[in-house]
Protein backbone atom coordinates (compact mmCIF):
# COMPACT_ATOMS: atom_id res chain seq x y z
CA UNK A 1 0.00 0.00 0.00
CA UNK A 2 1.47 3.70 -0.84
CA UNK A 3 2.21 5.64 1.50
CA UNK A 4 0.72 8.92 2.02
CA UNK A 5 3.66 10.55 0.29
CA UNK A 6 3.35 8.60 -2.51
CA UNK A 7 1.55 8.52 -5.81
CA UNK A 8 -0.52 5.62 -6.45
CA UNK A 9 0.85 3.71 -9.29
CA UNK A 10 -0.67 4.79 -12.69
CA UNK A 11 -0.72 2.18 -15.13
CA UNK A 12 1.58 2.33 -18.27
CA UNK A 13 -0.54 3.11 -21.31
CA UNK A 14 -0.39 0.61 -24.00
CA UNK A 15 1.48 0.85 -26.91
CA UNK A 16 2.47 -2.25 -28.87
CA UNK A 17 -1.04 -3.65 -30.61
CA UNK A 18 0.08 -6.89 -28.34
CA UNK A 19 -0.04 -4.91 -25.26
CA UNK A 20 -3.44 -3.32 -26.78
CA UNK A 21 -5.17 -6.50 -27.10
CA UNK A 22 -4.04 -8.05 -23.85
CA UNK A 23 -5.04 -5.06 -22.53
CA UNK A 24 -8.60 -4.80 -23.53
CA UNK A 25 -8.76 -8.37 -22.38
CA UNK A 26 -7.32 -7.56 -18.55
CA UNK A 27 -10.12 -4.72 -18.61
CA UNK A 28 -12.88 -7.20 -19.75
CA UNK A 29 -11.84 -9.39 -17.08
CA UNK A 30 -11.61 -6.88 -14.11
CA UNK A 31 -14.84 -4.91 -15.04
CA UNK A 32 -17.24 -7.91 -16.07
CA UNK A 33 -18.41 -6.40 -19.18
CA UNK A 34 -17.08 -3.82 -21.40
CA UNK A 35 -17.77 -1.25 -24.10
CA UNK A 36 -15.85 0.75 -26.46
CA UNK A 37 -16.39 3.76 -24.46
CA UNK A 38 -14.81 2.12 -21.27
CA UNK A 39 -11.88 1.10 -23.48
CA UNK A 40 -11.48 4.91 -25.00
CA UNK A 41 -11.59 5.92 -21.50
CA UNK A 42 -9.79 3.83 -19.48
CA UNK A 43 -6.93 2.76 -21.78
CA UNK A 44 -6.73 5.99 -23.30
CA UNK A 45 -7.16 4.60 -27.02
CA UNK A 46 -8.61 6.45 -30.34
CA UNK A 47 -12.49 5.23 -30.71
CA UNK A 48 -11.53 3.78 -34.06
CA UNK A 49 -8.66 1.89 -32.63
CA UNK A 50 -11.22 0.33 -29.64
CA UNK A 51 -13.88 -0.61 -31.67
CA UNK A 52 -10.96 -2.80 -34.35
CA UNK A 53 -9.47 -4.15 -31.56
CA UNK A 54 -13.28 -5.33 -29.51
CA UNK A 55 -13.97 -6.71 -33.43
CA UNK A 56 -10.87 -8.43 -33.55
CA UNK A 57 -11.37 -10.37 -30.16
CA UNK A 58 -14.77 -10.90 -30.66
CA UNK A 59 -13.84 -12.54 -34.07
CA UNK A 60 -11.13 -14.77 -32.80
CA UNK A 61 -13.98 -15.76 -30.13
CA UNK A 62 -11.66 -13.97 -27.26
CA UNK A 63 -14.96 -11.57 -26.51
CA UNK A 64 -18.88 -12.20 -27.05
CA UNK A 65 -21.71 -9.34 -27.36
CA UNK A 66 -23.88 -9.24 -24.70
CA UNK A 67 -27.66 -8.93 -24.94
CA UNK A 68 -26.86 -5.25 -23.41
CA UNK A 69 -26.45 -3.02 -26.38
CA UNK A 70 -22.78 -2.29 -26.72
CA UNK A 71 -21.22 -4.41 -24.12
CA UNK A 72 -19.30 -7.25 -24.49
CA UNK A 73 -17.89 -9.73 -21.82
CA UNK A 74 -15.12 -12.42 -22.46
CA UNK A 75 -15.94 -15.35 -23.90
CA UNK A 76 -16.42 -18.71 -21.64
Known amino acids: MPSPTQAPRIPAIPETPVERLFAVIKLAANMGMISAADVVYM ?31 LNP
Not at 48 to 58: F, G, K, N, V
Open 43 to 73: LDLPRPTAHRIISMLEGLGYLQKLPIRGKYD
